[in-house]
């Protein structure tokens, strides 16, 4: 039976550089980087909704169908974007143990994300399969790579890690947007809520949980749940090492 050749897809093609033609495009020598770069600074601009091929091609001095000869569509973009806009994975300090490694990952895709928060409205069509998204996965993969969990158990805990970083961001950037600074939703809170009903709520309110000005809430909140994840990765990673007899 003859071998069937593996025909990769447009975007991953483009990424990998498998036909081996540098970012040259066909013609007058725009680059696949600049085409990137010019869309990661409209998305930053006007957010993943005010990207369309026809005012990348304005901003590139290109007309719309001149464009598709560089990407054949904006399915293809976007995945080409949702690759970009991650960028590179952070330095995992040399030497460094699991959890130290892991807490510099999270960290930097965190800020990765932050940067360009419009990534989160990205619809993922597909697996992340550029190389910066298998940089990411190779540090946080080799973050791991001294623990005695097999290599299944360790690709989960590095997706599982992405996933509450992920979720984290949106949330932070979302929060951001829905809410009206000018608004002190604790005192208004202090005003409806029934001590009686919600004992523990009342209870946090009065003893000023949430009035810490000084406290920077996005990273502590990020940092706290951070350390409960990894507490528990820990004890879990321990299943490993100290098998029950």
């Known amino acids: 039976m003859a071998h069937e050749e593996q025909v990769l897809p447009p975007a991953m093609k483009l990424m990998w550089d498998a036909d081996g033609a540098g970012t040259r495009g066909p013609k007058r020598g725009l680059s696949l980087d600049q085409i990137l770069d010019a869309a990661i600074e409209i998305a930053d601009a006007d957010g993943y909704a005010g990207l369309s091929m026809g005012k990348l091609a304005k901003k590139l001095g290109f007309t719309t169908m001149s464009l598709y000869r560089y990407v054949d569509s904006k399915e293809t973009l976007v995945e080409l974007l949702s690759d970009r806009a991650i960028g590179d994975p952070p330095v995992i300090p040399t030497g460094a143990d699991w959890r130290t490694g892991l807490e510099a990952w999270a960290w930097g895709e965190f800020h990765a994300i932050r940067r360009h928060d419009w990534w989160l409205d990205i619809p993922l069509t597909s697996p992340p399969v550029g190389p910066n998204n298998m940089g990411w996965l190779e540090a946080g993969m080799t973050a791991l790579s001294g623990i005695a969990a097999?290599?299944?158990?360790?690709?989960?805990?590095?997706?599982?890690?992405?996933?509450?970083?992920?979720?984290?961001?949106?949330f932070l950037r979302d929060q951001v947007k829905n809410v009206e600074s000018d608004i002190d939703y604790t005192t208004a809170l202090s005003l409806v809520l029934d001590p009686a009903r919600f004992p523990a709520v009342a209870s946090a309110i009065a003893h000023r949980a949430f009035d810490d000005d000084e406290i920077n809430w996005e990273e502590a909140d990020f940092t706290f749940a951070l350390d409960r994840l990894l507490d528990g990765y820990a004890q879990y990673i321990a299943t490993f090492e100290n098998p029950e007899p």
């Open 150 to 170: 097999p290599e299944p158990v360790r690709l989960q805990l590095v997706v599982n890690l992405s996933l509450y970083v992920i979720g984290r961001t949106r």
